[in-house]
C-alpha cells in the first residue's frame, strides 16, 4: 500500500525568505501524479502544484516549486519569497494508478513578519 | 474559485439528532469524495462516489451514510450524531477519467460539526 510522509509538522519562515516543505513516499508504481495542496485558516483547500511522475522536470508555479526526485521517492515544495498569505497548513497528496487518493499528515507553515 | 458549495458551514447540536451535511458542485464532475478532518490534522477519507448511484466507503469507517441521486449533489448523513462525531466534513470532487489520474481535487468550505 502507498503511504505519504511529512516529516515536519510545523514550519516558521521569515517573510521574503525562502522555505522547502519535505514529503516522501512510497509505491511500488511506476506511473502517478505528486500533488502539493495548501490549506488556509478556515478557507477552501486549494491545490498549489502537480508533478506527473514520468516527467523528470520538475513543476512550477510562480513561486512555488518541487524538487521531485523519483528514485527517492522524495517530493519536496519550495516557496520562494513567502508572503504572509502563504501562512496554511500544507498537505503532500499522491494519486494512485486506481485512483486512490492518499494525504500526507500535513506541515503547518507559519511566516514571520 | 472553486464551484462546490456546503451547507451548513457550522452546526451545534445535541446528542441524538439527525443531521445532514449538504455538498453541491456545478463542474459536472462524476467523482466526488467526503473527508473527515480534525482540526489541524490528516484528511481522512470517509465516502466517495463514482458518479450516480454510485456510492464506496473510504478507509476510515464512519457511521455516516452518503447517498448520489444526481451528479451534482453528494449529502452525508448521520442518524444519531454523538460526541465523538465532532469534527470537520470536507467534500471534494474532480473529474473522472479512466486512466487519468492528473486531476486536482476540488473543496468545499467544510462543515464543521460539534455535537454536545
Redesign the interface.
Known amino acids: 500500500a502507498q503511504t505519504v510522509t511529512q516529516s515536519q509538522p510545523e514550519m516558521s519562515v521569515q517573510e521574503a525568505e525562502t522555505v522547502t516543505l519535505s514529503c516522501t513516499y512510497d509505491t511500488s508504481e511506476s506511473d502517478?501524479?505528486l500533488?502539493w495542496?495548501k490549506q488556509p485558516p478556515?478557507?477552501?483547500?486549494?491545490?498549489v502544484i502537480?508533478q506527473?511522475a514520468y516527467k523528470q522536470q520538475n513543476a512550477t508555479e510562480n513561486r512555488f516549486s518541487v524538487n521531485f526526485q523519483k528514485a527517492a521517492k522524495s517530493f519536496s515544495l519550495k516557496i520562494s519569497d513567502s508572503q504572509l498569505g502563504d501562512a496554511a497548513?500544507y498537505?503532500c497528496?499522491y494519486?494512485?494508478?486506481d485512483?486512490k487518493?492518499i494525504?500526507?499528515?500535513?506541515t503547518?507553515l507559519h511566516i514571520l513578519p | 474559485e472553486a464551484d462546490i458549495y456546503q451547507t451548513p458551514r457550522y452546526l451545534v447540536i445535541g446528542t441524538g439528532k439527525k443531521i445532514t451535511l449538504e455538498c453541491s458542485q456545478t463542474m459536472g464532475h462524476d467523482k466526488m469524495y467526503w473527508y473527515q478532518q480534525d482540526p489541524g490534522m490528516e484528511l481522512h477519507l470517509i465516502h466517495y462516489s463514482y458518479g450516480v448511484n454510485s456510492t464506496e466507503k473510504g478507509d476510515l469507517s464512519s457511521e455516516s451514510t452518503v447517498s448520489r441521486i444526481r451528479t451534482e449533489h453528494f449529502p452525508l448523513t448521520l442518524e444519531s450524531a454523538r460526541p465523538s462525531h465532532t469534527s470537520q466534513y470536507l467534500c471534494a470532487s474532480s473529474e473522472y477519467l479512466a486512466g487519468d489520474h492528473t486531476g486536482e481535487l476540488f473543496f468545499g468550505e467544510g462543515s464543521r460539526l460539534t455535537v454536545l
Open positions: 502517478y501524479y500533488f495542496y478556515s478557507r477552501q483547500m486549494i491545490l502537480r506527473e497548513m498537505f497528496a494519486r494512485s494508478r485512483d487518493i494525504f500526507g499528515k500535513g503547518r
